[in-house]
Every structure is written in C-alpha cells, then in structure tokens.
C-alpha cells in the first residue's frame, strides 16, 4: 500500500460495494403483518486470508418504498437510546444498525475480521484507529467506511425500493460522512455530536496558540483522505 496524500475521490472512486457476494446467513428472520425483523451474518470485502463476518439486525416495512434508517453506533458502541429508535419506528420508519468494530469480544452475535484486517475489531485497533498510515486506505475509518457501504448493499437486498437515511452518532458519525458523501444511494443523512477533534491528535500548538498548529505528515494524509469536514463538502 503506497504512502501518499489521498482525496476522497481517489479513494473511493474504483470502489464497488456490490461487487462482492454478500453470502448472508440470518440467525432470525419473522414477518409480522407488514413489518420484518431479522438478524444476520453478512461478507464485508474479500482479502486474500478471507471475508470479515458482519452482523447486522433490524426491522423494515415490507410496503412500497419504505424509508429505513441505518444507525452507526458511536466507537465506545453504546447502543442508540429507546426514545431515538422507537422516534423513527414509531412513525413507520425501518430500523437497522450492525457491528462495525466487534466492541464486545464475548458476545455471540457480533463481527470478526480476518488476520490481514484485524484492526477491523477494536480492541486490535491501535496503529489504525485514527490513524492514516500508510495512507488513508490503511486506517480502521476506511474499513468500517467499507462494511458501511456493504449493510447498504444488504438492506437493497431486502428491500430494493426502500429510501436510506443514514444517521451516525460521534465516530460513528465520521464513517456517515465518507459514505454519505460518496455512495450514491443514501437519500438523507442526520449527524449526532460530531465534534472532529480527532483530527487534531498529535498536532503541535506553537506558542501556545490553537490557531497555530504544526501538522505532522501523517496527519496530513488524515485531513486530505479521512477528515469528516473534507466530506462534509
């Protein structure tokens, strides 16, 4: 993987998120008058030791062009609170979220990653998490970008017509970003506390003056391929 500055555009240009087999196995799957619930096991990308294993759960409205809301938890992987989720499914919304970051390493139901991508699960995390190196492609926030773009590709499995709205919530919210901006399939977006702190790890204040900041290489290529505020525009 070559060590250079990337845009979003040279990142994510060539990238298909339909191009691999999705090879779902649901562990649950009830309809109920007009509302489906399931749970299951999706393939993320394929890399040359395997698939990661995501697991993903919800509800959609089996009626024409539903609306579904695909939730990315924050990367202490809390869970969305009741009053959000029963907001939205209250009023007829479907709901799906998944686990992008394997947080809980004893549950059953939850994500693994292959030996090549391990950082994938959080707890494997460090020398990616939020961190661009070789470069952008290299860091956990393009992987879990990926497996964001691949519950889409599952959710258009199920429910071919329905409208995404994608909402994230802190760093969960940077992954919104990325897909949002380049995945054509998202009809609306909703980002929860946000703050882009993280871009500024590591950085130098000079004299003691936040605006005068000195930035390393590194976080360089994380400003010019990963920041949410390069997505935002």
Same mark, same amino acid.
């Given at each position: 993987?070559?060590?250079?500055?990337?845009?979003?555009?040279?990142?994510?240009?060539?990238?298909?998120?339909?191009?691999?087999?999705?090879?779902?196995?649901?562990?649950?799957?009830?309809?109920?008058?007009?509302?489906?619930?399931?749970?299951?096991?999706?393939?993320?990308?394929?890399?040359?030791?395997?698939?990661?294993?995501?697991?993903?759960?919800?509800?959609?409205?089996?009626?024409?062009?539903?609306?579904?809301?695909?939730?990315?938890?924050?990367?202490?992987?809390?869970?969305?609170?009741?009053?959000?989720?029963?907001?939205?499914?209250?009023?007829?919304?479907?709901?799906? #979220?998944?686990?992008?970051?394997?947080?809980?390493?004893?549950?059953?139901?939850?994500?693994?990653?292959?030996?090549?991508?391990?950082?994938?699960?959080?707890?494997?995390?460090?020398?990616?998490?939020?961190?661009?190196?070789?470069?952008?492609?290299?860091?956990?926030?393009?992987?879990?970008?990926?497996?964001?773009?691949?519950?889409?590709?599952?959710?258009?499995?199920?429910?071919?017509?329905?409208?995404?709205?994608?909402?994230?919530?802190?760093?969960?919210?940077?992954?919104?970003?990325?897909?949002?901006?380049?995945?054509?399939?998202?009809?609306?977006?909703?980002?929860?506390?946000?703050?882009?702190?993280?871009?500024?790890?590591?950085?130098?204040?000079?004299?003691?003056?936040?605006?005068?900041? #000195?930035?390393?290489?590194?976080?360089?290529?994380?400003?010019?391929?990963?920041?949410?505020?390069?997505?935002?525009?």
């Amino acid at each position: 993987m070559e060590n250079m500055i990337l845009t979003p555009l040279q990142i994510w240009q060539d990238y298909d998120p339909e191009a691999a087999p999705l090879q779902i196995s649901f562990t649950d799957f009830v309809k109920n008058g007009n509302k489906v619930s399931f749970k299951a096991f999706f393939n993320g990308d394929k890399f040359e030791d395997g698939a990661p294993r995501i697991f993903v759960s919800g509800t959609y409205p089996t009626s024409p062009s539903p609306k579904i809301l695909l939730y990315i938890k924050d990367g202490m992987g809390n869970p969305p609170p009741v009053d959000f989720v029963n907001g939205f499914t209250d009023r007829g919304f479907g709901f799906v #979220q998944f686990d992008y970051s394997a947080d809980n390493p004893d549950a059953t139901e939850r994500s693994r990653y292959p030996e090549s991508v391990k950082y994938g699960e959080i707890a494997e995390s460090k020398g990616h998490y939020c961190v661009a190196e070789p470069n952008a492609k290299g860091s956990c926030q393009y992987l879990w970008t990926t497996v964001t773009r691949r519950v889409i590709t599952l959710i258009k499995t199920l429910s071919e017509d329905c409208k995404i709205i994608l909402a994230g919530a802190r760093e969960g919210a940077d992954m919104m970003w990325q897909t949002a901006a380049m995945d054509k399939r998202v009809d609306a977006a909703i980002v929860i506390n946000n703050a882009g702190w993280r871009e500024y790890t590591d950085c130098v204040i000079i004299d003691g003056e936040a605006d005068n900041i #000195q930035m390393t290489e590194e976080r360089v290529r994380w400003f010019a391929g990963c920041a949410s505020q390069i997505y935002e525009r």
